[in-house]
């Protein structure tokens, strides 16, 4: 099992940066694929970008390529979302999971419980 707890939220002008992070506990964390989350108000969840074990295989919305990028620190179990020149579409909850089935599809069953990121214009 793995725990996540997600900080680094806040309030942002538009076209402004925040930088996420998504620190892990428990056991095995680099077996992990990560992936960041977010869900507005009246809207789905939907997957932000995601990262797997090694680091080198990377997914991107395209609502966000070009503005986010997510990396990951194995040695500090933490990954991250750098969000760059934010726009007020971006207002959500933030959350991160992770999903341990492996490099072919996503399986994210752990969650972390979130965090709040208002873009204002």
């Known amino acids: 099992q793995v725990q996540l707890v997600e900080s680094g939220g806040g309030l942002v002008q538009a076209g402004g940066s925040l930088r996420l992070s998504c620190a892990a506990s428990?056991?095995?964390?680099?077996?992990?694929?990560i992936g960041w989350f977010r869900q507005a108000p009246g809207k789905e969840r939907e997957l932000v970008a995601a990262?797997?074990?090694?680091?080198?295989?990377?997914y991107y919305a395209g609502s966000v390529e070009g503005r986010f990028t997510i990396s990951r620190d194995n040695a500090k179990n933490t990954v991250y979302l750098q969000m760059n020149n934010l726009k007020h579409a971006d207002t959500a909850v933030y959350y991160c999971?992770?999903?341990?089935?492996?490099?072919?599809?996503?399986?994210?069953?752990?969650w972390g419980q979130g965090t709040q990121v208002t873009v204002s214009t």
């Open positions: 999971a992770a999903d341990g089935s492996g490099d072919v599809t996503f399986d994210f069953n752990y």
């Open positions: 428990g056991r095995s964390f680099n077996s992990y694929t």
């Open positions: 990262i797997r074990r090694s680091g080198r295989s990377i």
